[in-house]
Structure formats: C-alpha cells, structure tokens
C-alpha cells in the first residue's frame, strides 16, 4: 500500500461531459503530481501542487484544471470530455519516491 | 527538455533467467534521479528501483539491480533469478533534481516483461 488514495477507481462518462477525480496524498507528503497514462501518449505528467500552490504544468489540456486544498488532497477536474481521454489517471506524492494511488480509469464513451 | 528511451517493446524469458532492459535517456541537467517501476495486470505503479546520479555505486534491491552509465546515458535494470510474478510492464523514468522535483517523472514507453514457465 503506497498510502496515496485515489477516488473514483472506474469512471464512465459521456462525451462533453465534466468529471473531478480525488487524490489524497501519503500522510506527511506535501505533493500531488497528477499522470495521465493513455495507450496513444503512454504515461505523461500533466501537473504539480505543493502544499496548495501549482508548482509545475506539463502536458495538460486546457479542459483540464486541478487544485490542492488546505488538507493536501487534490482534485483534477476534466471538462468538455472527449473519448481521447479515456485514459488512466494517477497521482502520486513525494519528489524522490513518488508513491503512486491506484489510478482512475476514466471511460469516455 | 529530457527523454526517456526504451527501445525493448517486449521480451520474453525463462523463469529462473536472468534478465536485463534497456533504458537510455537524455539531458543537459547533471544532478537528477532515475527510477525503474513496475506495472502488473492490476495497473498498480511500483516502485522497483532508484538511482541518484550523483552515485556512482550501482543501485541493488534484493534481485533487482541497475548499470548506471552516466557519461553514456545509461540506465539499464538487470533482473536476476526471474520469477513468474516478474511479469508486467516495466518503464524506465527521470526526474530532475533541480527545482526540488518540481516537474515531476518523465517517462520511457515501457518494455513488457513477459516470464515464461
């Protein structure tokens, strides 16, 4: 058990639609580092949060936001679905570990 | 910007082998980390292994070890006395140290692994 949850584990949603998926980061962890794992992109950081402030933006979409609340967990809000984000999204706390949640397999149909 | 570079899309040994994946990368930083993790079926990422550049003595966990190659650019994870449970995805990753990690894992494409009994 890495100690990061992450919810929802399955996720189907209709095109156009918006979704928020949670991560709640190991006890102590400041980050949040938010993958997308896709087969057409394989497994890209999207962003970082560190103790409520966005640190870094990689590949992200701009449907795409996230935030970090006062109690370290994460949300990432994906909005105007299409069915290229299906994908698994993971988040994962600590810079040189980086313990990853289980994922949420997002179904975009 | 880094890459990351697998250039084993799959391989398939027997179990008890040895085994060895390939991982090359690029970069103009010079402190940063290199990581091997592991997916199985469950899709679950696991930690396999880390390297810290700046180490010259090769990273070991129990019967996973790398050859860091720094001047080369290598990062190879060799898997001794394979084992069923071995099989899964395997990708390479790197993170620079520079900015406390701020821009987090760059990933390889991966290798599946595949251990035959």
């Known amino acids: 058990d890495s100690g990061v949850t992450q919810t929802p584990k399955h996720l189907i949603t209709a095109t156009g639609q918006r979704v928020t998926l949670r991560c709640s980061p190991r006890s102590g962890d400041l980050s949040v580092y938010w993958y997308q794992q896709s087969l057409d992109q394989g497994l890209q950081f999207l962003i970082h949060y560190y103790n409520g402030e966005e640190r870094a933006k990689g590949n992200i979409l701009e449907r795409f936001s996230a935030q970090q609340f006062p109690d370290l967990h994460s949300e990432l809000n994906l909005s105007s679905l299409e069915l290229g984000d299906s994908a698994l999204y993971f988040c994962?706390?600590?810079?040189?570990?980086?313990?990853f949640g289980q994922g949420t397999r997002l179904t975009v149909v | 910007a880094q890459t990351v570079t697998q250039s084993q899309p799959e391989m398939s040994v027997q179990e008890a082998e040895t085994v060895t994946l390939s991982c090359t990368y690029d970069t103009s930083e010079n402190n940063y980390y290199l990581f091997w993790y592991k997916q199985p079926p469950s899709r679950q990422m696991i930690l396999v292994i880390r390297q810290e550049a700046y180490k010259q003595q090769n990273a070991t966990e129990n019967r996973f070890s790398v050859n860091f190659q720094k001047a080369a650019k290598s990062f190879s994870l060799k898997i001794s006395d394979s084992q069923l449970g071995d099989t899964a995805m395997y990708f390479c990753a790197f993170m620079k140290q520079s900015g406390g990690g701020a821009d987090g894992l760059t990933f390889g494409k991966g290798t599946h692994l595949i251990i035959q009994p």
């Open positions: 994962a706390s600590s810079v040189t570990e980086a313990f």
